[in-house]
């Protein structure tokens, strides 16, 4: 159940996915704008919103981590634990209040972003 609430945050927007790419960089961009709200909730002191959007992009890592098929090469190991590594640098922030923590999530979640539609769009392109 908690790896369907990723798809569930994008789906009660009535959104057509069109493709697994396309799922991927909502992802991702669904990381952004979470660790993004925690980090404000960070500043502001709100623990309470602080916790829920750093456990809803908690979740879309583990749908990331979910979706990994490891029959397709290295890179899902490498992405398993580079999803694994964000997960708890977001719990560290969680517990510490440690706003460098979801700076280096939002970080690594923008690359992985920018690298996925480059990819996507080469694709797109041959």
């Known amino acids: 159940m908690r790896s369907n609430l990723a798809y569930a945050a994008y789906s009660q927007n009535d959104v057509s996915i069109e493709s697994s790419e396309k799922l991927i960089k909502m992802l991702y961009e669904g990381i952004l704008r979470f660790a993004s709200l925690a980090k404000r909730s960070m500043k502001e002191g709100d623990i309470e919103k602080k916790t829920y959007w750093i456990n809803r992009t908690t979740a879309i890592f583990a749908e990331l981590i979910n979706s990994l098929n490891y029959d397709g090469g290295q890179i899902a190991h490498y992405l398993g634990g580079l999803y694994i590594h964000q997960i708890k640098l977001l719990s560290e922030a969680n517990m510490l209040n440690d706003e460098s923590k979801l700076d280096e999530v939002l970080n690594v979640t923008k690359e ?12 797109v392109d041959e």
């Open 112 to 123: 992985l972003l920018q690298v996925w539609k480059d990819e996507t769009d080469y694709a």
